[in-house]
């Protein structure tokens, strides 16, 4: 593995002055085991949703990285993630996906942690350990920082990371699309049914690009238009609100996230959606007529696929999903996707959208087969040694993309390209493996939160 | 040997013995099988603990209390997926 620069990441593995990037960093396993502590053990990472924990005692299991940590609810109505693994000797402490508890035990020698973390049970406490083992030293190692942001639940093990919103920059823009009520109002959805997790044989980063906003791989997913699974009974997805806006690539260039994003026109209202329910279509037609309503210009932004850097993924509109794709190794990923709809959409909406979100997405939805196919593949094909020797190429509209865009009076921070007639850029790739890059690259946040001394330059 | 006592099934109320010869109510069962939140009846070994909560461990249970005729029935376990 040839390197240069001081840790040999930035400009020699990924080269983005000639839009290079090699293969090593998708299949080499001294990289796969460097990126466990340089990015997913420094990074904000995507838990869960308060919706999954309604009630006090409520947990669900979740992964940071390849940790296993519970998401859960103490009696005092306080939310919580820690690792789980028992402090004595590892065992998982919870083996379950999801319930409710008053404890922790762990099955092997029976040390029980409550809902807050604390070590509560030790048995022969007074007999074995004589009443002097330190039970408030040993509770469940609990992550350095959680937000909940607008019901969603992030954590970092990195205690001198950034606060979740400075992380985001101008990227909560396009998480609040996600979040906030198809009607406008913020902070609506809830997770519709359970989370569907899968096993796909490929590094994290290929389903991670591929949610960055490569538009170019359309083509895969022919079939599924032809076979025409969207709620209007053509397609994969309604095309009307699409095919009247402009379609852009966004990018936050010093935070690592990116989307494709669209702009409807002023004063132009989506066309009709959903078609093949009267009564869902209804819904949606109100909605949008309650967004702009409340949210005026701003309602002409349209969610499309999106990364929050390293391993979250974005959809919030046909289907409303997000994704965490979580590192397994370097030739493997877990995929877990939740579905979200508004908490007091109808019965009927929400029956309709469950059926359209599943033929869609995850390990049985037409259009995620199409990309497993491809990451699968693609990845297999990139391990040998005569392979490895071959970059991939990252140089689709190099150059192009500019910063202060504006549309009919609603600007777009970060770097923007217009896609409306160039069809397709790989800007967020680009910038997905810069920021990559800087990861492993640096050594703690000092040097990775490069906006602050711009901020600091611009003050003096 | 005494039998083990299959203690997900003891619902509160329920009192049980303990191996140091206490007599113990349980509380609230969290239902794992191995631990029980129980309050102090009697306790020869250390009378300052009568009235006090804490949480037994299923190996220092020998049996159900003086005031139990049978176990009852508790509660739900997680769901699993």
Redesign the interface.
């Known amino acids: 593995m040839a390197m240069n620069g001081r840790r040999g990441y930035s400009s020699s593995l990924v080269d983005l002055r000639v839009g290079e990037v090699s293969r090593e960093i998708f299949v080499n396993e001294g990289i796969y085991a460097e990126e466990q502590e340089r990015i997913f053990a420094r990074a904000w990472l995507h838990v869960g949703h308060e919706s999954q924990i309604p009630k006090p005692g409520d947990y669900f299991v979740s992964s940071m990285g390849e940790e296993s940590v519970i998401l859960c609810r103490d009696r005092t109505n306080r939310i919580h993630v820690f690792l789980n693994s028992c402090r004595h000797r590892g065992m998982k402490v919870c083996r ?8 922790f ?1 762990c ?1 092997y020698h ?1 040390w ?1 942690y409550g809902t807050d973390g604390r070590l ?2 030790v ?2 406490f007074r007999e074995a350990y004589h009443s002097r083992l330190d039970k408030a030293k040993w509770g469940l190692v609990e992550v350095a920082q959680l937000a909940n942001y607008k019901g969603s639940i992030w954590a970092t093990w990195d205690p001198a990371a950034p606060p979740f919103t400075e992380y985001l920059g101008g990227f909560t823009r396009y998480l609040d699309l996600q979040l906030d009520g198809w009607d406008g109002r913020e902070g609506q959805a809830e997770v519709l049914g ?1 989370v569907q997790k899968w096993l796909v044989p490929c590094n994290w980063k290929f389903p991670a690009e591929n949610f960055s906003g490569d538009t170019y791989h359309n083509i895969s997913h022919r079939s599924v238009d032809l076979a025409g699974i969207g709620p209007s009974g053509a397609g994969r997805r309604d095309m009307g609100e699409r095919d009247a806006s402009r379609k852009l690539h966004v990018c936050i260039p010093d935070r690592g996230h990116q989307t494709i994003h669209y702009i409807l026109p002023a004063g132009t209202a989506p066309p009709p959606a959903y078609l093949n329910a009267p009564v869902v279509a209804e819904y949606f037609r109100h909605c949008e007529e309650e967004r702009r309503r409340l949210r005026g210009e701003e309602a002409r932004l349209v969610g499309a696929p999106g990364e929050i850097f390293p391993n979250t993924a974005l959809l919030s509109r046909q289907p409303r999903t997000m994704a965490v794709w979580h590192p397994r190794g370097p030739h493997q990923t877990e995929c877990w996707r939740w579905f979200f709809v508004d908490r007091e959409a109808p019965t009927e909406v929400r029956q309709f959208l469950r059926d359209y979100y599943i033929r869609y997405s995850g390990p049985a939805g037409m259009t995620e087969q199409d990309d497993m196919e491809n990451w699968n593949y693609a990845h297999a094909a990139s391990r040998g040694t005569i392979a490895r020797r071959y970059p991939y190429n990252y140089d689709q509209g190099s150059g192009t993309a500019v910063s202060n865009y504006e549309y009919q009076g609603l600007s777009v921070p970060g770097e923007v390209i217009d896609l409306t007639e160039a069809q397709s850029s790989e800007q967020p790739m680009r910038n997905f493996y810069r920021r990559w890059a800087e990861f492993m690259e640096a050594d703690d946040w000092s040097q990775l939160a490069t906006w602050r001394s711009a901020e600091r330059k611009a003050a003096e | 040997m005494s039998v083990p006592i299959n203690i997900r099934d003891l619902a509160p109320g329920t009192s049980v013995m303990l191996v140091d010869g206490a007599e113990a109510e349980i509380v609230t069962n969290p239902g794992d099988g191995v631990w029980l939140f129980a309050r102090y009846l009697s306790s020869p070994r250390d009378p300052t603990l009568i009235g006090q909560e804490e949480m037994i461990f299923a190996q220092d249970i020998v049996g159900l209390g003086r005031a139990t005729a049978e176990p009852a029935i508790v509660g739900t376990r997680p769901k699993t997926q």
């Open positions: 379950y996906d999801e319930g409710s508890t008053t404890v035990t099955p029976g029980s509560v049970g048995p022969y359970g």
